[in-house]
């Protein structure tokens, strides 16, 4: 009976309202008070109650969201786009393996006329090295002879030093080289792989 009188009082306090409006807002604030309005209430500290003319509650609105709720959101719209690009990527990728290779003794062609190209600049790397070494040699054999000279000696110190900055030179090609073989051997590998996965029955199948 004291329910039934309670929602007559609700109902009797929405009656200004509902003779100018078709809905009706109501939601407790942060102290807990009961707030009724003919439009969404912003001071509202939880979900809005929606009601019809006759108080029937027809659904329940979401509070904004707060600050942190929307950075979040935020982050959460970023990271979709990100996995968007990423996926869309991945199709064109797979697209392109499909298209370039036929079988994987082309992966096979492909990987070693790469890696031969990183091991013939190594070759020639080496090869300087080798000249430029021998070149020093030379160069200090003729030290004893220049001792006391200081023109002659001066000039093959310089010399010494160039040799030494050319042969460290070339020594960091060659280290750029073998990394740049090595990764193109791990880029082949990848493809290697994804190539067995596409060109599987179940995944050619998608």
Same mark, same amino acid.
């Given at each position: 009976?004291?329910?039934?009188?309670?929602?007559?009082? &609700?109902? $009797?306090?929405?009656?200004? $309202?509902?003779?100018?409006?078709?809905?009706?807002?109501?939601?407790?604030?942060?102290?807990?008070?009961?707030?009724?309005?003919?439009?969404?209430?912003?001071?509202?500290?939880?979900?809005?109650?929606?009601?019809?003319?006759? &108080?029937?509650? *027809?659904?329940?609105?979401?509070?904004?969201?707060?600050?942190?709720?929307?950075? +979040?959101?935020?982050?959460?719209?970023?990271?979709?786009?990100?996995?968007?690009?990423?996926? %869309?990527?991945?199709? *064109?990728?797979?697209?392109?393996?499909?298209?370039?290779? #036929?079988?994987?003794?082309?992966?096979? @062609?492909? #990987?070693? /006329?790469?890696?031969?190209?990183?091991?013939?600049?190594?070759?020639?790397?080496?090869? !300087?090295?080798?000249?430029?070494?021998?070149?020093?040699?030379? @160069?200090?054999?003729?030290?004893?002879?220049?001792? &006391?000279?200081?023109? @002659?000696?001066? !000039? $093959?110190?310089?010399?010494?030093?160039?040799?030494?900055?050319?042969?460290?030179?070339?020594?960091?090609?060659?280290?750029?080289?073998?990394?740049?073989? %090595? +990764?193109?051997?791990?880029?082949?590998?990848?493809?290697?792989? /994804?190539? *067995?996965?596409?060109?599987? !029955?179940?995944? %050619? !199948?998608?």
């Amino acid at each position: 009976m004291k329910y039934k009188t309670a929602i007559s009082i &609700g109902l $009797l306090a929405l009656a200004p $309202l509902t003779v100018h409006a078709q809905k009706i807002y109501m939601c407790k604030d942060a102290a807990g008070k009961t707030l009724t309005s003919d439009r969404p209430i912003p001071e509202c500290s939880g979900n809005i109650k929606e009601l019809d003319k006759q &108080g029937i509650v *027809r659904r329940e609105i979401k509070p904004p969201p707060t600050a942190a709720e929307k950075e +979040q959101m935020k982050k959460e719209e970023e990271q979709k786009k990100a996995d968007d690009l990423a996926a %869309a990527e991945r199709k *064109r990728n797979d697209k392109a393996i499909l298209s370039r290779f #036929r079988n994987e003794e082309d992966i096979a @062609v492909a #990987r070693k /006329r790469n890696v031969d190209l990183m091991q013939d600049q190594i070759k020639r790397e080496n090869t !300087a090295i080798a000249n430029l070494e021998k070149k020093r040699k030379d @160069v200090e054999a003729q030290m004893p002879a220049a001792k &006391g000279k200081k023109n @002659v000696e001066a !000039a $093959l110190n310089k010399s010494i030093e160039e040799i030494d900055a050319a042969i460290k030179d070339s020594k960091k090609r060659v280290q750029d080289y073998e990394a740049e073989a %090595a +990764q193109i051997n791990a880029n082949y590998d990848q493809t290697l792989k /994804r190539y *067995r996965e596409l060109t599987t !029955a179940p995944a %050619a !199948a998608k």
